[in-house]
């Protein structure tokens, strides 16, 4: 959004064309040189301020300088957490990373209260810590022993497969609305390239047909996207769902910033409470999720208490 000139009435097309792959059937883009752009001013539909777009694409050229220079890019170093906003002190305030360190290429966590680390005791006196595996091996293992309950496996994979096949049929539904859009527009080329010759030049008969002319190009662009055969979706096999929930872990810790997503999405905020038995400290962790991604809208029940998960 920060670099679209749409924003301050700017609008540039065909500043691509595209040409076919020697030997083979389809075709690639390929960047036109300048000199052909097609450049529209509309100064009165921008909104937003000059002078604030030029600031921010100072901002933008001050810092790729910074990187060329040998700087790291904004966010670089950074590590994301599968429970990052999603795991919350019995306070209320967040689960953070208190301390950190690299051990043989690994690195090693350790999370506790976000209010306790920055505030102290006034604000809560929990200074428990625990290892981000362990939180992430608990919980997970929770959850994953919830949805190992016989039949909603069965359930969720035939949820896919449903979707699957109403997916197959969207692309025959959008190429024939393309096709009228297509008709559409070349109808209305002809019309108004019919109304030129017939009263002479008009300003904005000139600036309609380009209108439709780029409308156009977008609607064979996109039309010749779906002429491309789409690669066939392959339903998962129950044996695959049971593998993938069973290493529940490993799969969402290899990406860890959409695993993260779908935690927040389907499984809320889960709360760690500080438990102390004897000489032994741990967390008990609260939460509930959502299984209606398994379950016809209709037959669906409320998210159910997840069982909860200690920690040393």
């Keep these: 959004m920060l670099l679209n000139e749409r924003y301050i009435g700017r609008?540039?097309?065909?500043?691509?064309?595209?040409?076919?792959?020697?030997?083979?059937?389809?075709r690639r883009a390929v960047e036109r040189p300048a000199s052909e752009w097609r450049i529209l001013d509309r100064p009165e539909l921008a909104i937003i301020?000059?002078?604030?777009?030029?600031?921010?694409?100072?901002?933008?050229?001050?810092?790729?300088?910074?990187?060329?220079?040998?700087?790291?890019?904004l966010g670089a170093g950074r590590h994301s957490h599968l429970f990052s906003g999603i795991a919350r002190c019995s306070c209320g305030a967040g689960m953070g990373v208190t301390s950190q360190h690299l051990k043989a290429g690994v690195r090693y966590v350790q999370m506790g209260c976000a209010a306790h680390a920055s505030r102290g005791n006034a604000i809560c006196s929990n200074a428990l810590t625990v290892s981000e595996r362990k939180l992430n091996a608990a919980i997970l293992g929770a959850l994953r022993d919830e949805l190992l309950v016989p039949g909603l496996l069965r359930r969720f994979v035939e949820r896919v497969n449903e979707r699957v096949a109403s997916n197959r049929a969207k692309p025959d539904q959008e190429v024939a609305r393309l096709d009228r859009g297509i008709q559409e527009a070349e109808r209305g080329i002809r019309n108004l390239t019919d109304s030129l010759v017939q009263i002479g030049f008009s300003e904005a008969v000139r600036e309609r047909l380009q209108e439709e002319e780029r409308r156009l190009v977008d609607l064979r662009s996109a039309r010749m996207s779906l002429a491309r055969p789409a690669p066939t979706a392959k339903p998962p096999s129950g044996a695959q769902v049971e593998g993938y929930v069973r290493d529940l872990l490993g799969t969402l810790e290899a990406d860890p910033e959409r695993g993260r997503d779908l935690l927040r999405r389907h499984l809320g905020t889960v709360t760690l409470t500080p438990r102390i038995?004897?000489?032994?400290?741990?967390?008990?962790?609260?939460?509930?999720?959502?299984?209606?991604?398994a379950l016809d809208p209709e037959n669906g029940t409320a998210p159910e208490e997840s069982p909860g998960a200690k920690y040393a």
Aim: charged share 30%; net charge positive; proline share 3%.
């Design 11 to 26: 609008f540039v097309w065909n500043k691509r064309k595209f040409v076919r792959v020697p030997g083979k059937k389809n």
């Design 277 to 293: 038995e004897g000489a032994r400290r741990y967390y008990h962790a609260a939460g509930a999720f959502d299984l209606s991604v």
């Design 49 to 73: 301020e000059a002078a604030t777009w030029a600031k921010v694409q100072e901002r933008f050229a001050s810092h790729r300088q910074d990187c060329s220079a040998g700087g790291r890019p």
